[in-house]
Protein backbone atom coordinates (compact mmCIF):
# COMPACT_ATOMS: atom_id res chain seq x y z
CA UNK A 1 0.00 0.00 0.00
CA UNK A 2 1.66 3.05 -1.33
CA UNK A 3 2.14 6.20 1.18
CA UNK A 4 0.37 9.02 0.35
CA UNK A 5 2.29 12.57 0.96
CA UNK A 6 0.34 16.13 0.48
CA UNK A 7 2.94 18.62 0.11
CA UNK A 8 1.47 22.02 1.66
CA UNK A 9 1.34 25.55 2.31
CA UNK A 10 -1.16 28.15 2.04
CA UNK A 11 1.54 30.67 1.36
CA UNK A 12 2.08 30.66 -2.79
CA UNK A 13 5.87 31.05 -3.78
CA UNK A 14 7.55 29.20 -1.03
CA UNK A 15 8.84 25.55 -3.92
CA UNK A 16 5.79 24.01 -3.02
CA UNK A 17 5.35 22.93 -6.59
CA UNK A 18 9.04 22.51 -7.08
CA UNK A 19 9.13 20.08 -3.99
CA UNK A 20 6.34 18.31 -5.85
CA UNK A 21 8.04 17.78 -8.81
CA UNK A 22 11.65 17.32 -7.79
CA UNK A 23 10.98 15.20 -4.73
CA UNK A 24 8.66 12.73 -6.89
CA UNK A 25 11.22 11.97 -9.45
CA UNK A 26 14.13 11.71 -6.79
CA UNK A 27 11.76 9.22 -4.97
CA UNK A 28 11.47 7.50 -8.81
CA UNK A 29 15.11 7.86 -9.47
CA UNK A 30 15.14 4.83 -6.48
CA UNK A 31 13.25 2.40 -8.73
CA UNK A 32 10.04 3.12 -7.20
CA UNK A 33 6.69 3.74 -8.77
CA UNK A 34 5.44 7.20 -7.74
CA UNK A 35 1.93 9.18 -8.16
CA UNK A 36 2.19 12.65 -8.64
CA UNK A 37 -1.55 14.35 -8.29
CA UNK A 38 -1.87 18.14 -9.17
CA UNK A 39 -4.28 19.01 -6.86
CA UNK A 40 -3.50 22.92 -7.89
CA UNK A 41 -5.86 24.49 -10.13
CA UNK A 42 -3.08 26.33 -11.37
CA UNK A 43 -1.40 22.76 -12.87
CA UNK A 44 1.93 23.67 -12.46
CA UNK A 45 2.79 20.49 -11.31
CA UNK A 46 1.18 18.82 -15.08
CA UNK A 47 3.20 21.40 -16.75
CA UNK A 48 6.13 21.19 -14.94
CA UNK A 49 6.76 17.61 -15.79
CA UNK A 50 5.85 18.12 -19.51
CA UNK A 51 2.75 17.03 -19.75
CA UNK A 52 0.01 19.28 -22.16
CA UNK A 53 -3.40 20.26 -20.94
CA UNK A 54 -5.03 18.68 -24.00
CA UNK A 55 -8.95 19.28 -24.14
CA UNK A 56 -11.10 16.38 -23.36
CA UNK A 57 -8.37 15.10 -21.40
CA UNK A 58 -9.43 13.76 -18.06
CA UNK A 59 -8.02 15.30 -14.81
CA UNK A 60 -8.33 14.86 -10.96
CA UNK A 61 -10.97 17.00 -11.42
CA UNK A 62 -13.14 14.63 -13.16
CA UNK A 63 -11.97 12.02 -10.40
CA UNK A 64 -13.13 13.98 -7.24
CA UNK A 65 -16.52 14.88 -9.21
CA UNK A 66 -16.97 10.86 -10.04
CA UNK A 67 -17.01 11.26 -14.03
CA UNK A 68 -13.73 9.61 -14.15
CA UNK A 69 -12.00 6.93 -12.22
CA UNK A 70 -8.82 7.75 -10.61
CA UNK A 71 -7.05 5.21 -12.40
CA UNK A 72 -8.79 6.47 -16.09
CA UNK A 73 -7.01 9.93 -15.04
CA UNK A 74 -3.22 8.72 -14.51
CA UNK A 75 -0.63 9.82 -17.81
CA UNK A 76 2.85 8.68 -17.80
CA UNK A 77 5.82 11.44 -17.78
CA UNK A 78 9.08 10.68 -19.36
CA UNK A 79 10.68 10.15 -16.31
CA UNK A 80 11.23 6.55 -15.61
CA UNK A 81 8.86 5.53 -12.68
CA UNK A 82 6.63 8.88 -12.16
CA UNK A 83 3.31 8.83 -13.28
CA UNK A 84 0.92 12.03 -13.30
CA UNK A 85 -2.79 12.67 -12.69
CA UNK A 86 -3.48 16.10 -14.26
CA UNK A 87 -5.11 19.34 -13.31
CA UNK A 88 -6.53 21.78 -15.62
CA UNK A 89 -8.25 25.28 -15.30
CA UNK A 90 -11.24 22.78 -14.67
CA UNK A 91 -10.38 22.68 -11.12
CA UNK A 92 -11.14 26.29 -10.10
CA UNK A 93 -14.70 25.30 -9.70
CA UNK A 94 -13.81 22.25 -7.73
CA UNK A 95 -14.18 23.88 -4.40
CA UNK A 96 -17.65 25.12 -5.32
CA UNK A 97 -18.71 22.08 -6.65
CA UNK A 98 -17.63 20.24 -3.97
CA UNK A 99 -19.47 22.12 -1.01
CA UNK A 100 -22.80 19.43 -1.38
CA UNK A 101 -21.87 16.72 -2.52
CA UNK A 102 -22.03 13.39 -0.34
CA UNK A 103 -18.28 12.57 1.74
CA UNK A 104 -17.02 15.71 0.31
CA UNK A 105 -13.92 16.00 2.36
CA UNK A 106 -13.88 11.93 1.23
CA UNK A 107 -13.77 12.25 -2.33
CA UNK A 108 -9.80 12.53 -3.01
CA UNK A 109 -9.37 9.45 -0.27
CA UNK A 110 -12.60 7.15 -1.81
CA UNK A 111 -10.43 7.85 -5.05
CA UNK A 112 -7.32 6.68 -3.98
CA UNK A 113 -8.22 3.59 -2.23
CA UNK A 114 -8.79 2.17 -5.39
CA UNK A 115 -4.80 2.62 -6.85
CA UNK A 116 -3.14 2.77 -3.79
CA UNK A 117 -1.91 -0.36 -3.77
CA UNK A 118 -0.08 0.07 -7.45
CA UNK A 119 2.92 2.60 -5.80
CA UNK A 120 4.87 3.09 -3.62
CA UNK A 121 4.51 6.60 -3.14
CA UNK A 122 1.55 8.89 -3.67
CA UNK A 123 3.10 13.01 -3.41
CA UNK A 124 0.00 15.76 -3.69
CA UNK A 125 0.55 19.04 -5.13
CA UNK A 126 -1.77 21.22 -2.71
CA UNK A 127 -3.28 24.57 -3.68
CA UNK A 128 -1.66 27.81 -1.87
CA UNK A 129 -4.90 27.65 0.52
CA UNK A 130 -6.56 26.08 3.29
CA UNK A 131 -10.02 25.29 1.12
CA UNK A 132 -11.55 22.14 0.36
CA UNK A 133 -9.08 20.65 -2.14
CA UNK A 134 -6.78 21.30 0.90
CA UNK A 135 -8.87 19.44 3.38
CA UNK A 136 -9.50 16.98 0.29
CA UNK A 137 -5.77 16.12 -0.35
CA UNK A 138 -4.74 16.17 3.89
CA UNK A 139 -7.77 13.64 4.67
CA UNK A 140 -6.41 11.69 2.06
CA UNK A 141 -2.57 11.47 2.86
CA UNK A 142 -0.71 10.14 5.47
CA UNK A 143 1.25 12.81 6.31
CA UNK A 144 2.67 16.76 5.56
CA UNK A 145 5.23 17.84 4.37
CA UNK A 146 5.53 21.48 4.70
CA UNK A 147 7.67 23.30 2.59
CA UNK A 148 8.47 26.66 4.53
CA UNK A 149 10.81 29.87 2.50
CA UNK A 150 13.76 30.90 5.10
CA UNK A 151 12.05 34.69 5.18
CA UNK A 152 10.74 36.43 7.87
CA UNK A 153 7.02 35.66 8.37
CA UNK A 154 7.81 32.12 8.08
CA UNK A 155 6.85 31.27 11.36
CA UNK A 156 4.21 33.26 11.40
CA UNK A 157 2.67 31.70 8.24
CA UNK A 158 2.77 27.83 9.11
CA UNK A 159 1.09 28.29 12.21
CA UNK A 160 -2.24 28.42 10.46
CA UNK A 161 -1.13 25.45 8.62
CA UNK A 162 -0.33 23.49 11.96
CA UNK A 163 -3.60 24.44 13.32
CA UNK A 164 -5.79 22.73 10.51
CA UNK A 165 -3.73 19.44 10.46
CA UNK A 166 -4.66 19.56 14.23
CA UNK A 167 -8.13 20.03 13.61
CA UNK A 168 -8.09 17.20 10.84
CA UNK A 169 -6.41 15.01 13.18
CA UNK A 170 -9.10 15.59 15.50
CA UNK A 171 -12.42 15.37 13.05
CA UNK A 172 -11.70 13.61 9.79
CA UNK A 173 -8.22 11.79 9.67
CA UNK A 174 -7.10 10.82 12.91
CA UNK A 175 -3.81 9.13 11.69
CA UNK A 176 -1.92 12.13 9.77
CA UNK A 177 1.31 12.53 10.91
CA UNK A 178 3.51 15.74 9.97
CA UNK A 179 6.12 14.27 7.64
CA UNK A 180 8.36 17.11 8.53
CA UNK A 181 9.64 20.55 7.64
CA UNK A 182 11.54 22.01 4.31
CA UNK A 183 13.82 24.88 4.45
CA UNK A 184 13.04 26.32 0.88
CA UNK A 185 15.36 29.04 -1.15
CA UNK A 186 17.94 28.86 1.77
CA UNK A 187 20.90 31.12 1.10
CA UNK A 188 23.66 30.56 3.67
CA UNK A 189 25.35 33.84 2.95
CA UNK A 190 22.70 35.99 4.30
CA UNK A 191 21.74 36.10 8.36
CA UNK A 192 18.83 36.70 7.87
CA UNK A 193 18.17 32.80 6.14
CA UNK A 194 20.43 31.54 9.22
CA UNK A 195 18.45 32.97 11.87
CA UNK A 196 14.95 32.19 10.35
CA UNK A 197 16.53 28.70 10.21
CA UNK A 198 17.53 28.30 13.56
CA UNK A 199 13.84 29.78 14.83
CA UNK A 200 12.52 26.80 12.76
CA UNK A 201 14.15 24.49 14.30
CA UNK A 202 14.33 25.70 17.60
CA UNK A 203 10.28 25.56 17.35
CA UNK A 204 10.41 22.31 15.52
CA UNK A 205 12.91 20.46 16.40
CA UNK A 206 13.34 17.03 14.98
CA UNK A 207 10.56 17.49 12.40
CA UNK A 208 12.31 20.27 10.12
CA UNK A 209 14.81 18.32 7.90
CA UNK A 210 18.26 18.11 8.07
CA UNK A 211 18.73 18.80 3.98
CA UNK A 212 18.02 21.84 2.75
CA UNK A 213 16.76 23.09 -1.10
CA UNK A 214 19.33 25.97 -1.68
CA UNK A 215 18.16 29.13 -3.79
CA UNK A 216 18.86 27.93 -7.14
CA UNK A 217 18.65 29.39 -10.74
CA UNK A 218 18.84 25.79 -12.29
CA UNK A 219 15.81 24.55 -10.13
CA UNK A 220 13.66 27.75 -11.38
CA UNK A 221 14.80 27.01 -15.15
CA UNK A 222 13.86 23.44 -15.23
CA UNK A 223 10.03 23.43 -14.96
CA UNK A 224 9.44 25.91 -18.42
CA UNK A 225 11.53 22.65 -20.02
CA UNK A 226 8.77 20.25 -18.39
CA UNK A 227 11.57 18.18 -16.37
CA UNK A 228 12.30 17.57 -13.16
CA UNK A 229 15.89 19.13 -12.25
CA UNK A 230 17.25 15.41 -12.08
CA UNK A 231 16.44 15.42 -15.95
CA UNK A 232 17.69 18.68 -16.42
CA UNK A 233 21.01 19.24 -14.50
CA UNK A 234 21.56 16.44 -12.43
CA UNK A 235 24.88 17.86 -11.44
CA UNK A 236 23.44 20.80 -9.89
CA UNK A 237 22.81 22.21 -6.05
CA UNK A 238 19.26 21.39 -6.62
CA UNK A 239 19.64 18.04 -7.81
CA UNK A 240 22.00 17.08 -5.63
CA UNK A 241 19.28 18.41 -2.55
CA UNK A 242 16.01 16.76 -3.79
CA UNK A 243 18.02 13.55 -4.07
CA UNK A 244 19.28 13.63 -0.44
CA UNK A 245 16.07 14.98 0.35
CA UNK A 246 14.31 11.66 -0.92
CA UNK A 247 16.78 9.54 1.42
CA UNK A 248 16.07 11.27 4.44
CA UNK A 249 12.92 10.64 3.78
CA UNK A 250 13.23 6.57 2.99
CA UNK A 251 15.48 6.65 5.56
CA UNK A 252 13.16 7.85 8.31
CA UNK A 253 10.72 4.89 6.89
CA UNK A 254 12.91 2.27 7.33
CA UNK A 255 14.22 3.26 10.91
CA UNK A 256 10.29 3.89 12.26
CA UNK A 257 9.58 0.25 10.09
CA UNK A 258 6.22 2.09 8.05
CA UNK A 259 7.95 2.11 4.87
CA UNK A 260 4.91 0.99 2.27
Known amino acids: MG ?86 KNLVAGNLDLVDMDRREFRLRDALDTIKADFHYILIDCPPA ?20 CEFFALEGISQLIDTVERLRESLQPNLKLEGVLLTMYDERTNLTRQVAKDLRDFFKEEVFQTVIPRSIRLAEAPSFGKPILSYDVSSRGAESYIKLAKEILGHEQRTGSAA
Open 3 to 88: KVIAIANQKGGVGKTTTAINLAASLASNDLKILLIDMDPQGNCTTGVGIAKEPGMPTIYDALMGAHSLAETIVSTEFDGLQLVPAD
Open 130 to 149: LDLLTVNSMVAADSVLVPIQ
